[in-house]
């Protein structure tokens, strides 16, 4: 600690931060521009001059900026004498000289940080006589707008986009006041984490496209905090919701997870539950039918064994009431028998090994990535990654007593103080690229090497079949033996269990406690239902038979994914019986759909890749007949006199039952009772002006049972309570997310706290090799063997029904080696086609392809194709033309649904379903 | 002995090659260094009181002594770190011109001072980073470094020893803040020139995070004489308490503008005398001692000798020594709006002060200068003087930038006020 003087007060604060750092920690309304807490300092704006002192007797003092400044002990420091306030005033009117202060036509407008420090500094009047600089806006995809002549030249979006995302097409041109952020031309942003621009510009240069399509202010939404949907990281995020309609996703700060920032699938694909496929009444056979029906009643207490199907897309309280209902016997928690598998040794490699977290991921000062996508299965995991590629040149700097938060010292060194960061598999992408050590290899090479990696590093670790260890594999072992804090990911990427069971050797035969683990699994809830089966489960391959020996109702969760649909239109043959609870119409056929709320409609959990329980709040009402899932589940279970369900009324009381089976929740679901904290801001606008043209009743503000939040102005307020989450972050005179330093210390120290919450996976300390299974050997007969790759944009099938994710989605691809390219006569950017699928696959050509194999990508909502393939040919004229017109096609529905989409939101602005304004049913 | 150590090979039109060069007295300086430790190198340059003649005036011993030698200087593996060795020759100053001369006239003259100065840092790599429109000097440059790598005074092992150097010829890309050592640093990286935080200092982590010394190319020319004649001879050459020779020059409206090698000290009077005075009808009413980024002095300053301490005391800058002359039928707002605007163009954007502020000063003197000026405008450019002064901006541009309009506000407030008056330019500008 460090005792330093400000304004003649002293102030303990922590060692080797900054002395920006340590002012906002002390909650002091310092401004500031270029410095971001994650990024580092650059001196660049000037911003936060504070005046140094000699000593006491010392009144002149010496201006500094209090981020390239750290603190040492008695330092003495002034902010407020007027030297730096008049300087700071300074600032704001020179970078404000080509400002067009068109805040009321600005979606920035109101959470703007160039607004709070202008106002912050006493700015007021404009001393610039001369004539404003224009510059011409670009064309940058359909997530972000681009409005230069607000820039004020912080440098932030470069230096995140480039320096800490990695983006290669966005960056700082020309020089003096004509500084020009933007790509060379037009065009959409290359990188997948564009859309955290939005909140590192500090005022209205990059905008949420999206969002401005359909716009309110900030002050004027409701906000809820929520978890995003999109991977397994689990992702803090604030939904935002106004006349009905959630308009969009800001990052909602977790130290361990998200940090700052998040990746566009999770800021732009929440859109789903706006999407018009959504389904809003109870449907039989594609008719809307009510629930009295008569045929509705009969399908819903029909006779039989009830069959139920679990989701990774619902929340643990669905699929615990769907668990509940049909008895964990028949409770199905996978699609297919690989699926089923891949989650018991999940969860076995869950109880013996605690995933580290983000955060924790950040300080590994080696990293092995195992036949994992992660940049695109979790896309926020591999950015975190990408921080930890920096702690050696972070300690370099600091070898040479420079602090490692003065950035631009840090990345000078960067290029001879690389982590070793090791990939392993046939996974391409941003990762690879930087990778120091890098072994080609398919799913199974890829297996058998990792085991024998642990092999290498201890000698009881069981070998696979084969033995010839490649010189890569060898240099990581070396790697891995001399590092501190050796990182291991793995994950379902390779849709292969010898993977998962290798990286757990790995972990074991590393014995070092220091060591981290992270496996990714697929969906965001994939490891609630892992929790879910712990209770029991009826294998995934028993459900067809069981259908056809007995008579048989199904009952299924939920999900979006094409092999989902599939398998549905299988099972639906050996049943008459099939009841959907949905929220997005899919595919017709003769079942009963109940509609359901989405996740921004209801409460729930979810559990990450940890298993870290997290709960998320609704930001707005279940439209239409939307109920939550666990709500028609605990219905029906009343109509067929199911005792466990007889008596439950809210969520609350199955969080109880839940909380008796797996106790380790309790805590969690306790811990947010007593007051509920406010959806609304204080500012909230036209509360009871909204609705006046349809009914002069104020409605009673939503809320679910014994839920922790209130939609409505009244309740706890940011900040007022520790143990809420924050609705949204405002704090007096910081209206932009800037405020977070509020509610937290601005400086994270040399050791990281340790991660809050509950992990709902009990962590058994014993742990076992896992041996090499002999079927893990079979090789495909197939001339390629398939290797399926996964797209940010494009795998999600959630995602893919929100718009902007699907203007994103690249079509089908193949990858293949050069020399097969060459043999085959095809050349990249040719449409080919594989055996008699019926995709038109684009080919690309890369050396980072494993011998006999391909690389494939086929979007979420395409059939998928199987293991292998004997024929790569060029696509005749007529299917590519066929595909031309059929991408057109899609285009013009596309373009044409975002117009629909956007005059039925507009119109519910100015007309709110009164069913829905009142919530319930 | 000579008493002119910088200008004796000199030959503008047809210099010196390497055998020239040598058959009088050239490279002896590098071979004495080389028969020395680095480290006595460094003290010899040290004793000579030699200053860097980029303008800032710092010991260039000094400067050398941050650079970590022998046991401090190795990777984690133990293997040697690589160092650098730069020389500034991106002369951009306006009203400097000595670098250029030097490089044109005396080619070797320079590439020996380079080696011996990385021979005393221990550098095994070293670039000259010139300015791109020197196109002569980068002719006869490369002429010279093909020259001395073909005789073996370049490359691997020279002289027999375990010393190798590898000498290249970097064009910039041309702005005025590669002038600034750590903005060259990143544009020889291939990087925006930006100016780097300090700390780390480039001695310790410079080019491509190495340690790196960037010295000014008069800097580095005056080695090769003090390695073959000594400290002692060097520093006695002046009578003054800065050591040595010194490229000073004028340029204005003089009879004779140039360049002249004389001891550290002289007098602009004896500089301006050299240049045969002003042109006839016109009288001196102001200089700029070196270059455009120091304060304005008056006529009644020329007898004050031209050494940083002296001049500093005057209220100016020794600079780079290249004095700009200005005379009475020159309007000094119409001087000084052309420099601010020179230095507005060739803000690299950075940090706010110098990027917004300057253009600031320019459209302020801008209007001054149209007749279009206020009194809020006098006032305002006094404050955007603070505003840009040291310590408020990130490097040293801006605060250079702003000296010629501080001392012109004082020395020339007439002049302006008539501005405002008048509303126009009392000299027809």
């Not at chain 1, 040794?345 to 977290?357: E, F, G, K, V």
């Not at chain 1, 201890?458 to 804090?485: D, G, W």
């Not at chain 2, 860097?52 to 400067?63: L, Q, S, V």
Request: some cysteine; glycine content about 8%.
């Amino acid at each position: 600690m460090a005792n330093i003087i400000i304004d003649n007060q002293q102030y303990e604060v922590a060692d080797g931060q900054n002395l920006l750092q340590a002012c906002l920690s002390l909650k002091k309304d310092l401004p500031y521009f270029c410095w971001h807490p994650a990024m580092g300092s650059v001196g660049a704006c000037r911003q936060c001059a504070m005046t140094q002192y000699h000593d006491e007797n010392d009144t002149r003092g010496r201006l500094i900026v209090a981020c390239m400044t750290p603190v040492t002990d008695g330092m003495r420091v002034s902010m407020e004498q007027p030297q730096e306030t008049e300087f700071r005033e300074q600032v704001i009117d020179a970078l404000m000289t080509h400002h067009p202060h068109d805040c009321p036509v600005c979606a920035e407008g109101g959470e703007c940080h160039l607004q709070d420090m202008t106002v912050m500094t006493g700015h007021y009047k404009r001393g610039f006589k001369g004539k404003k600089t224009t510059f011409q806006n670009q064309q940058l995809g359909p997530l972000i707008k681009h409005e230069m002549n607000r820039c004020i030249t912080c440098y932030r979006c470069e230096r995140f986009y480039k320096d800490y995302a990695g983006g290669t097409d966005l960056a700082a041109q020309s020089s003096r006041n004509k500084v020009y952020f933007g790509r060379q031309c037009d065009g959409t942003l290359e990188s997948e984490f564009a859309g955290n621009l939005v909140e590192v510009c500090p005022t209205g240069v990059f905008t949420d496209k999206p969002f401005g399509d359909h716009y309110s202010r900030k002050w004027d939404m409701q906000a809820a905090p929520s978890v995003c949907q999109h991977c397994s990281t689990g992702c803090n995020v604030t939904l935002s919701e106004r006349y009905g309609s959630v308009r969009r996703v800001t990052n909602r700060f977790n130290d361990h997870l998200n940090g700052y920032f998040l990746c566009d699938r999770g800021r732009f694909g929440f859109d789903f539950v706006n999407s018009e496929q959504r389904q809003q009444h109870i449907s039989l056979g594609g008719q809307s039918v009510n629930w009295s029906d008569a045929e509705v009643q009969q399908r819903l207490k029909a006779k039989g064994t009830w069959v139920g199907i679990g989701s990774s897309q619902a929340s643990l309280e669905d699929n615990f009431a769907l668990q509940l209902l049909v008895g964990a016997e028949n409770f199905c928690v996978a699609d297919d028998p690989q699926s089923e598998h891949l989650l018991e040794l999940h969860m076995a490699i869950l109880q013996q090994w605690p995933q580290a977290s983000l955060a924790q991921m950040e300080q590994a000062d080696a990293i092995v990535i195992i036949g994992e996508d992660i940049n695109n299965s979790a896309p926020r995991i591999g950015l975190a990654i990408r921080q930890a590629l920096l702690n050696n040149a972070k300690q370099q700097v600091k070898n040479v007593g420079v602090p490692e938060w003065q950035d631009s010292a840090v990345r000078q060194v960067l290029p001879h103080n690389k982590v070793p960061l090791a990939v392993v598999g046939y996974q391409q992408g941003a990762l690879a690229e930087q990778a120091t050590i890098r072994l080609v290899a398919d799913d199974k090479q890829t297996a058998e090497q990792a085991f024998l990696l642990a092999n290498l590093l201890c000698e009881k670790s069981p070998k696979p079949r084969v033995s010839k260890v490649h010189s890569q594999i060898e240099e990581i072992a070396e790697v891995l033996k001399t590092a501190k804090r050796p990182l291991i990911v793995g994950g379902w990427s390779a849709n292969n269990s010898a993977v998962l069971s290798a990286v757990a050797n790995i972990c074991k035969a590393l014995a070092n406690p220091q060591g981290m683990l992270c496996i990714a699994p697929p969906a965001a809830n994939t490891v609630g239902l892992g929790l879910l089966m712990q209770a029991g489960y009826l294998a995934n391959e028993a459900v067809e038979s069981k259908l056809k020996s007995e008579e048989c109702n199904l009952l299924v969760l939920d999900h979006t994914s094409d092999s989902r649909q599939q398998w549905l239109q299988t099972l639906s043959k050996q049943t008459n019986n099939v009841v959907c609870l949905q929220q997005l119409a899919q595919g017709e056929n003769n079942s009963l759909s109940l509609p359901i709320s989405s996740f921004s409609e209801c409460s729930g959990s979810q559990l990450n890749y940890q298993g870290l329980i997290q709960s998320y709040s609704p930001a707005s009402k279940p439209a239409g007949q939307c109920r939550p899932a666990w709500q028609w589940l605990v219905d029906l279970g009343k109509l067929q006199n199911i005792a466990e369900l007889a008596s439950v009324e809210h969520l609350g009381q199955l969080h109880l039952m839940m909380s008796k089976l797996f106790p380790t929740l309790a805590e969690h679901f306790t811990e947010l009772s007593g007051r509920q904290f406010a959806m609304q801001s204080p500012r909230y606008s036209g509360r009871t002006a909204m609705l006046a043209n349809q009914t002069v009743h104020e409605p009673k503000p939503f809320s679910e049972a014994g839920a922790p939040y209130k939609q409505s102005m009244e309740g706890l307020l940011p900040g007022q309570n520790d143990q809420h989450p924050l609705a949204y972050s405002w704090s007096p005179g910081w209206n932009s997310n800037q405020s977070n330093h509020k509610f937290r210390d601005e400086f994270r120290g040399p050791e990281l706290k340790s991660q809050q919450g509950i992990f709902a996976v009990p962590n058994h300390p014993e742990c076992f090799w896992f041996k090499w299974q002999a079927s893990w050997s079979a090789n495909t007969k197939a001339n390629y063997k398939i290797l399926a790759v996964e797209e940010v944009f494009g795998s999600d099938s959630l995602a893919e029904f929100a718009g902007a994710i699907q203007q994103l989605s690249k079509s089908a691809y193949v990858v293949v080696l050069p020399k097969v390219a060459s043999s085959l006569n095809i050349e990249a950017g040719q449409w080919v086609t594989l055996d008699d699928h019926p995709t038109l696959f684009a080919v690309k050509i890369s050396d980072h392809v494993p011998a006999k194999s391909i690389l494939l990508y086929s979007p979420a909502h395409e059939a998928a194709i199987s293991d292998g393939c004997d024929e790569i040919k060029v696509a005749s004229k007529q299917k590519i033309s066929a595909l031309h017109k059929r991408q057109q096609a899609q285009q013009d529905v596309q373009s044409q649904q975002k117009q629909l989409h956007k005059q039925r939101l507009l119109d519910q602005d100015q007309h709110i379903p009164i069913q829905f304004i009142e919530g319930a049913m | 002995m000579t008493n002119r150590p910088l200008t004796e090979h000199l030959d503008r039109s047809n210099p010196q090659d390497i055998k020239a060069y040598q058959s009088s007295g050239g490279y002896q300086g590098f071979k004495n260094a080389l028969a020395m430790e680095p480290q006595a190198v460094q003290q010899q340059v040290s004793d000579s009181k030699l200053k860097g003649r980029g303008g800032a005036g710092f010991m260039t011993g000094m400067k050398w002594s941050f650079v970590p030698m022998g046991d401090k200087a190795l990777n984690q593996d133990g293997t040697p770190q690589q160092k650098y060795l730069v020389c500034n020759a991106d002369e951009m100053e306006p009203g400097t011109f000595k670098d250029r001369l030097l490089m044109e006239g005396a080619p070797h003259l320079l590439i020996e001072g380079m080696m011996i100065a990385a021979y005393a840092i221990g550098a095994s790599v070293a670039y000259i980073f010139l300015r791109g429109e020197y196109r002569l000097c980068a002719t006869r440059l490369q002429q010279a470094i093909d020259e001395a790598t073909k005789s073996g005074l370049l490359g691997k092992n020279i002289n027999g020893s375990d010393y190798s150097l590898s000498l290249h010829l970097h064009l910039s890309a041309g702005r005025y803040i590669c002038g600034e050592e750590t903005a060259l640093i990143n544009a020889l990286e291939g990087r925006r020139a930006n100016p780097r935080a300090k700390p780390p200092f480039p001695q310790v982590m410079g080019l491509f995070g190495r340690p790196t010394i960037v010295n000014n190319c008069e800097t580095l020319c005056n080695l090769p004489s003090i390695l073959n004649h000594g400290a002692q001879w060097y520093s006695e050459l002046a009578n003054s308490p800065d050591a040595g020779t010194k490229i000073y020059g004028v340029s204005g409206r003089v009879k004779n503008a140039g360049l002249w090698e004389l001891p550290m000290g002289a007098t602009a009077q004896q500089i301006l005398d050299l240049a045969n005075g002003m042109q006839d009808g016109l009288k001196l009413k102001g200089w700029l001692p070196g270059g455009a980024s120091t304060d304005f002095l008056l006529p009644e300053h020329l007898d004050i000798p031209m050494e940083y301490d002296a001049i500093a005391k005057a209220g100016s800058r020794l600079g780079t020594g290249g004095i700009i002359a200005l005379d009475d039928h020159h309007c000094p707002v119409g001087m000084i709006l052309n420099l601010l605007q020179f230095f507005a163009q060739e803000s690299c954007g950075w940090c706010t002060p110098c990027r917004d502020g300057l253009p600031w000063a320019v459209e302020i003197l801008s209007r001054i200068e149209a007749g279009k000026g206020s009194q809020d405008d006098i006032d305002q450019l006094l404050k955007m003087c603070g505003f840009m002064w040291i310590g408020k901006t990130f490097c040293a541009l801006a605060p250079g930038a702003v000296e010629p309009l501080r001392s012109g506000l004082t020395y020339f407030a007439d002049e302006f006020q008539q501005h405002i008056d008048h509303k126009g330019c009392p000299y027809g500008h």
